[in-house]
């Protein structure tokens, strides 16, 4: 069975997809046009490297693991919410990387339940409360614990060992989630922040709201930031869900000045689709296409991605069970610095798509 690659772990709670979606790079006409090159591909590696960090700290595995248990503390129960969509594969089928897919079944049972507009997002008997991980009960359980803010509550994290989503045992506290209601009257607005570490100071590894408005439209918007305490992403979404589950993002990266821009859709045959573009110093890299999960197999499909650079064809990456390979446009040979920036590429894109769906799924757990 293959596995992604270890930049990928935590965000296999959704099949990885490249499609495009609008418009079409167009290369140079004329004789005199020269083959497509990245400027610097060692640069450009690194850049795409960096829009994976932040997803790949223990804080945001154990958080991404962990939220499917919040259903507590939240208006509307989790069995609310499963109870209104069906399966979508069988729930002891598992994907490939570390979490079930009853971790992507959660993405479809919240985009697809659509509750109503709750007045509070917390119930009145949980705000202010500490939630502690009960190995007997193997569920969050409110606690006595002070330092939970008075507005939402707070669930403290835990090492977490791929694919279980519970705590490992003996329990590790690897800091915590404070959840906030900070809602108007016009929206709903769930205020999240990360913080990990063991020391006596935690590191905050994201902040970020997510807002659904009164509409009855299926539309969540996120904003914030994650970190991996060196990449700072400055992040925004807006995800919405009808026949498929559709979410377009623009990430900055203030630490390179590097711009990202994806939209990506998840379909209900886990067929999925992104248009992916990074820009950084002189080049504009961009790719577009599909790619399958074979959920029977566990292992990847069938699919292609084509990459263009400044407009230009430059590659194309090819997915199969056994993973991508890479292969130059006309006229293009490419170089191993050249493949290592395609297999970032490749992986940012589907972090990047993968993570937004992680960011937002406490919010669909607690019923927003």
Partial sequence: MSSFPRGLALLCAIPFVLQACGGRDTAPAGPAAKPAKLANAGTTAAQL??????????????FAAL???FGPAGFAPVATLASTAPALVPSHAVVPGPLST????????????NPPFATAIFRDTVRG????????????VASTAAGA??????????????????????????GYADLTDQSTASAAVLGVVILGGTGPTLVTYASYTVARSAAPAREWA????????????????????????????????????THVSETGTLSRTWENGADFSLTGGADTVRATGSV????????????????????????????????????????????S?????????????FSLFGAVTVLTDAAWVLGL
Wanted: aromatic letters at 8%; charged letters at 10%.
């Fill in 149 to 174: 803010p008075a507005n939402g509550v707070r669930f403290v994290l835990y090492a977490t060992r791929p694919p279980t989503s519970e705590p490992s045992r003996p329990l590790t506290a690897m």
């Fill in 49 to 62: 490297q960096a829009v994976t960090a932040p997803f790949e700290t223990d804080a945001f595995q154990n």
């Fill in 292 to 335: 399958a999960l074979d959920t029977t197999g566990h292992t990847w499909g069938s699919g292609s991605v084509a990459v263009t650079v400044n407009g230009q064809a430059f590659a194309t990456i090819t997915v199969g069970p056994t993973g991508p390979s890479y292969s130059g446009a006309s006229g293009v040979q490419l170089t």
């Fill in 67 to 69: 939220q499917q248990h």
């Fill in 222 to 257: 996120l904003a914030g930031f994650v970190t991996d305490g060196t990449t700072l992403l400055d992040l925004t979404s807006g995800v919405t869900s009808t026949s498929t589950l559709t979410v377009q993002t623009a990430v900055d990266d203030a630490t390179d000045g």
């Fill in 102 to 113: 009853d971790a992507a079944t959660r993405v479809w049972r919240g985009a697809l339940a």
């Fill in 129 to 140: 409360k500490t939630f502690v991980w009960d190995t007997t009960a193997a569920r969050y």
């Fill in 337 to 349: 610095a050249d493949e290592t920036a395609l297999a970032n590429l490749f992986t940012a894109s």
